[in-house]
């Protein structure tokens, strides 16, 4: 199948944990983009990542993208995305931990793990999103 991450959601997520969640999305995504990460709406469309009142959807830029990666706030019992490990896997990894943290009954894994260096980029990478951002949440 390849390289690829998949995740559940048990119960549709409710707008205040949703809120959350995308706020935390935008820092990563503005962290993302600051460290040279290459992120748009879909493999062909050149608009910006939605981070929306129901889905968040974004791709790698041609080369750097694969599958795009869509998360909405319905029940679902099986979705994932294929990253190839390509650059853009890093932010994909960085949104599936947040969510773990933050939206009650979603479950995600990975065919990576800690010995992985695409996944051990994903959770660095939401780790300095969290701490610049709560350091100063204009920024």
């Known amino acids: 199948m390849g390289y690829t991450h998949y995740w559940k959601k048990a119960d549709p997520i409710l707008t205040k944990d949703w809120v959350a969640f995308t706020?935390?999305?935008?820092?990563?995504?503005?962290?993302?983009?600051?460290?040279?990460?290459?992120?748009?709406?879909?493999?062909?469309?050149?608009?910006p990542p939605l981070v929306g009142r129901f889905t968040v959807r974004f791709n790698g830029v041609g080369a750097d993208g694969h599958e795009?990666?869509?998360l909405n706030r319905h029940k679902e019992d099986f979705a994932f995305c294929k990253t190839a490990r390509n650059p853009y896997d890093a932010v994909v990894v960085a949104i599936l931990m947040v969510a773990e943290a933050l939206l009650p009954?979603?479950?995600?894994?990975?065919d990576g793990d800690d010995e992985d260096d695409a996944f051990n980029?994903?959770?660095?990478?939401?780790?300095?999103a969290y701490v610049e951002y709560a350091e100063d949440p204009t920024a």
């Open 23 to 47: 706020l935390r999305v935008n820092d990563i995504l503005k962290t993302a983009i600051k460290d040279g990460y290459r992120v748009q709406l879909d493999f062909y469309d050149d608009k």
């Open 68 to 70: 795009t990666f869509m």
């Open 105 to 110: 009954g979603f479950e995600w894994s990975s």
């Open 121 to 128: 980029a994903g959770k660095e990478l939401a780790m300095r």
